[in-house]
């Protein structure tokens, strides 16, 4: 089996319904430390991979961070799919290209603009995803973001977008900034296959999020941002020691 069907496995036969929980390395050293820990895959997070190279998110030059998805994949054994925002303006053979080169084996692909973080037309945006799966075939899991939430949409905006998104060829939609509570109704508008779900400080446990709807759990940028916090405490106690 191809990293890529194991990954497209994982999302596809989960024990007792429970969703398959990927954190997000921001670097080789925490890739391995999530490996160790027992993880299957990994997700990378664009804001994360951001900081750590010094840019603000968004701003990241997209040979660096390629460069560091390669890095990331390099350092560990189990599949990794990489959040590469809108793709850097690239075309889609471009973009499965570089992909492919890093040795990841997924990517994010939002439908907000890079730099005006307006959302994309979704027919526009479902071209680009057919077009992205018919240059990658199976050698890529396709991980669609839907940005409504982040520009203030309803759930069935999120839900058109997602459906259009998975008949172009996704093999699954990530509803940004979802509400737990909206899980339900996305999935009876319509959303089926696999779903994303961002977790955050204060949600449901996985298992009941698993239940709700949810196939997939991520954190952006959230488990660097507590990485952070805890080396500002031990600097603070470095000052006082």
Not at 15 to 37: H, I, K, N, Q, S
């Amino acid at each position: 089996m191809s990293p890529a069907e194991r990954l497209r496995a994982l999302h596809d036969t989960r024990p007792g319904g429970r969703p398959l929980v990927l954190p997000g390395p921001w670097d080789a050293a925490t890739a391995r430390v999530f490996e160790e820990a027992g993880f299957p895959a990994l997700a990378t997070p664009s804001a994360g991979v951001a900081a750590a190279l010094g840019y603000a998110d968004g701003q990241t030059p997209a040979v660096e961070m390629f460069a560091a998805v390669a890095r990331i994949v390099r350092a560990v054994s189990v599949p990794v799919t990489a959040d590469l925002e809108d793709g850097y303006g690239l075309s889609a053979k471009e973009l499965v290209a570089r992909v492919l080169e890093t040795g990841a084996v997924g990517l994010n692909l939002e439908d907000s603009e890079r730099g005006t973080h307006r959302l994309r037309d979704p027919r526009e945006h479902a071209e680009r995803i057919a077009a992205v799966r018919e240059a990658a075939g199976p050698a890529l899991f396709v991980n669609a973001r839907v940005d409504t939430y982040l520009h203030g949409g309803t759930p069935d905006e999120a839900a058109e977008r997602a459906r259009r998104y998975t008949a172009a060829g996704a093999d699954c939609v990530f509803p940004i900034l979802a509400p737990a509570e909206d899980l339900p109704r996305l999935r009876a508008a319509g959303v089926e296959g696999p779903l994303n779900f961002l977790a955050r400080p204060g949600d449901p446990s996985h298992a009941e999020l698993g239940r709700l709807g949810a196939t997939r759990i991520t954190f952006g940028h959230g488990l660097h941002a507590r990485a952070l916090s805890e080396v500002g405490e031990l600097a603070r106690q470095l000052l006082t020691a």
